[in-house]
Each structure stands twice: as structure tokens, then as C-alpha cells.
């Protein structure tokens, strides 16, 4: 009798559940990060050192070297980047975890953790894909070793640029109108059957992957251990995706990056004595 109305007093309580879940998992990937995401360098440290700017804006000497990547440090990177994007997305994507949950009643919690981890894993993907970037940059000598930044300005402007376009495109559009709009899109793509849980967290992953994968790569501009640039990102990923005008923030962004980009890449140009003034 008392074990039936234990559990039947935590399903009825299964959305605190889930929040504690989700609080937890973004406290302890926020202090993995903080403490150097498993690579033995100072996060805090690093972001002291070179301040909001980053190494790459800041003027901060970058170290140029080939660096041989072993397995073990491709996979330590792999996971620091998973803790990340668990720290930076999990805050803006509980409310659609919410609320699945929500309309899920009958299975408890569980389903809005089974949506949690289809979610997780679409951003494990993207943490995948952007480790093996720095790795064949690392390998090219293109990322500074000492900031995990990106070693040349002009590479800089041009993520700035990529990354201010990317925020104008139909496919941003698209993926930040799923994200903003939970309740359609759980409607849109609902699933039936032993994992449709899991598969819807997977669709709305990828959504927020699409629609966020572009900022993510400005951490190669800041330092990817920049606590600055983490703090920034995440804060501007939420209002993006909560606030009332959030496809205008996102217009507003794209110039932002854009001009930064620019002005970076014509600094630059002119420090070096550009093309304009060889005559």
C-alpha cells in the first residue's frame, strides 16, 4: 500500500521530476566545463587571460603548431563539447521537454526523459562532427593550442561572416520556428510506439541543432573554453528561442556578425598593408 501511493505520488509530481533532471544535468555539465571539460587546461583561467574578446579579438599571441591528436584526446574533446551544448541548449529546449511531458501523462516522467535523451544524442551528433573540425584544424595548424581558438583573424572574419549569412537563410528560419513553437511542432511530428519518445526528442534535437550549430562555431572565434563566449551564446540561444521577437533578434544578430566580421577582416588587412594601399 505505501510502495502503490509512493509511486503514484511521483508520477503525480513527474514534472518537478523532470526539472530537477534537467537542472542537474545543467549544473553538472556547467561545472565539468568550468573545470576544464577533462583537458587539463583552466577554463577560468583562459577566459581571465584573454577577457570577453577572446585570444583571436583580444590580440592575445597564438601558438601555431601541428598538433597530433591521439584517440583518447579526440574523445576527451568529443565529450567536452557534448557537456557544452548539455549546459548551453538544455535551458532554452526545457520547455518543450515540459511539455511533452505534459502531454504525455500517462507515462510519467519517463517520457519526457526518453524525449531528453533523443534530444541529447542529436546534439551528440553535432559535438561529433564540429571535434573532428578542430581536429583537422589542429592538425593544419589553424587552431591556437593554448586558447583552442582559432589561430588566424582572417579565418575569424570569416566565421563571423559564415556565421551572420547562415542566421538569414530559409533554413534558420525554418528550424528557429520549430523551436520557438514547441506545441506545432510536437503536433507536426508526433510518433507512435516504443520509442516515439525518443524519436520526437531526436527531431526537435535536430531542429535546434539546425537552427544553433552556426553560434556554436563562434566558440572557434572566442576560444572554445571562453566562458564569456559559452555565457553569451547561451543567454542569446534562449532569447532567441523564448522571447516574443526572437526571428528579429536573429535578423539583428546576422548584421551584428556580419559588420564584426568585416571590420575584423579590413583591420586586419590594413595592419598588413592591404591590396588598397600597396600603391
Known sequence: MAARFS??????????????????????????????GGTGMSAIGMSLETGPPGALLAGSPDVISVQAWTLW????????????????????AAPAILLYGALNRTRGSLGALEFLSGYLVAWAAFSLAITLVQGVLAAIGLMSDMYMN????????????GAGLYQLTPVKAACLD?????????????RK????????????????????????????VGGVMNIWWITAIAVYVALEKLAPRGRWLAR??????IVAGIALLVGQMTAAGGFWRAA
Open 73 to 92: 584526446y579526440g574523445l576527451v574533446i568529443f565529450f567536452m563539447w557534448w557537456m557544452m551544448m548539455v549546459a548551453m541548449m538544455v535551458p532554452s
Open 150 to 161: 582559432l589561430a588566424t583573424p582572417y579565418l575569424g572574419a570569416l566565421v563571423l561572416i
Open 193 to 220: 510506439g516504443r520509442a516515439a519518445a525518443f524519436r520526437m526528442g531526436l527531431i526537435h534535437g535536430a531542429f535546434c541543432v539546425g537552427c544553433c550549430w552556426a553560434l556554436m562555431v563562434l566558440l572557434f
Open 7 to 36: 509511486l503514484q505520488h511521483l508520477l503525480e509530481h513527474d514534472r518537478w521530476i523532470v526539472a530537477a533532471a534537467l537542472a542537474a544535468a545543467v549544473a553538472i555539465s556547467a561545472v565539468f566545463i568550468v573545470s576544464g
Open 178 to 190: 520549430n523551436c520557438r513553437d514547441p506545441i506545432q511542432a510536437l503536433t507536426r511530428y508526433r
Open 252 to 257: 539583428t544578430l546576422a548584421v551584428a556578425l
